[in-house]
């Protein structure tokens, strides 16, 4: 743990808790990354705007981190050195596995880890552990691979 910052990690933790008290308090609605974002391929229009504030928050959040935050430029974003085009592939890839699984699971690490949590869902707790216990698994596969 080289980066480990507590207490930027802490006022993120409890910014995050709020916002998603916020949605769930002011529209009834889960901060689900991958439900918010699924909601907008359907035809609801009376849903859109709230969900397309959210992820544009999300964006501008993030980038208001980097612009004005920590020294980000020690983040190695390629950890197996590989070039542009499989980078960009293999980033491609994730992400479709990572959607097409939190379709399987009925929600994402943000819908169940932060929101179902905090509602007491076994549903949640259950799909955490997964989350946990597979990427324990995958850190480990992925070191001993590379060596690092």
């Not at 974002?37 to 359907?42: A, N, Y």
């Not at 430029?73 to 980033?91: A, C, R, T, V």
């Not at 992400?95 to 905090?118: A, K």
Request: net charge neutral.
């Amino acid at each position: 743990m080289e980066n480990f910052t507590p207490l930027s990690a802490t006022i993120g933790g409890v910014l995050i808790g709020l916002a998603a008290t916020m949605l769930l308090l002011t529209q009834g609605r889960i901060a689900g990354i991958s439900n918010i974002v699924g909601g907008l391929l359907e035809t609801n229009e009376d849903d859109r705007l709230w969900r397309i504030l959210f992820i544009v928050g999300l964006i501008v959040g993030s980038s208001t981190y980097v612009f004005f935050g920590e020294n980000t430029s020690n983040i190695n974003i390629n950890p197996f050195q590989l070039n542009d085009k499989n980078h960009m592939f293999f980033m491609i890839l994730g992400g479709l596995l990572v959607g097409f699984g939190s379709q399987i699971g009925s929600g994402c690490t943000s819908g169940h880890g932060v929101c179902g949590l905090g509602r007491f869902s076994m549903r949640s707790l259950t799909a955490t552990i997964t989350f946990m216990v597979t990427a324990g698994i995958t850190v480990f596969v992925v070191r001993s691979l590379t060596g690092a």
